[in-house]
């Protein structure tokens, strides 16, 4: 009798960590990325440069720094319209509008 609980129990443990692995997995197939590369009127990169991604619809932001190369990248971001602020001391402010994005989607920006 203590045999079969034992399988019983380590049966629900495997298929309750199966469970919520499936499920983080599916909530990240409907995340959004937006990345990029900043450069300069040369095409040199901006490094340290600061890229806000804001959604329109709750104001709610999540910001990214360039690295030496002037690429950048947030993830995890809800599907929305976006609008995307990159600025650098020194550099004018580039920003974007009305980027839309939906479930999953991988959005490049130069």
């Known amino acids: 009798m203590k045999y079969r609980f034992e399988r019983f129990a380590v049966a629900a443990f495997f298929i309750l960590l199966f469970g919520c692995l499936s499920n983080a997995t599916a909530q ?3 995340q959004v990325t937006i990345s990029g590369r900043l450069t300069d009127s040369n095409g040199l990169a901006i490094a340290g440069a600061s890229v806000k991604a804001r959604l329109t619809s709750t104001g709610i932001e999540r910001t990214a720094t360039t690295n ?11 599907p929305g319209v976006y609008r ?3 600025s650098h001391t020194g550099f004018g ?3 974007r509008t009305d980027l839309n994005t939906i479930a999953g989607q991988n959005v490049q920006l130069d």
């Open 84 to 86: 995307i602020i990159a």
């Open 93 to 95: 402010t580039k920003e």
């Open 28 to 30: 990240d197939l409907d």
């Open 68 to 78: 030496e190369e002037g690429r950048y990248r947030i993830i995890e971001l809800e």
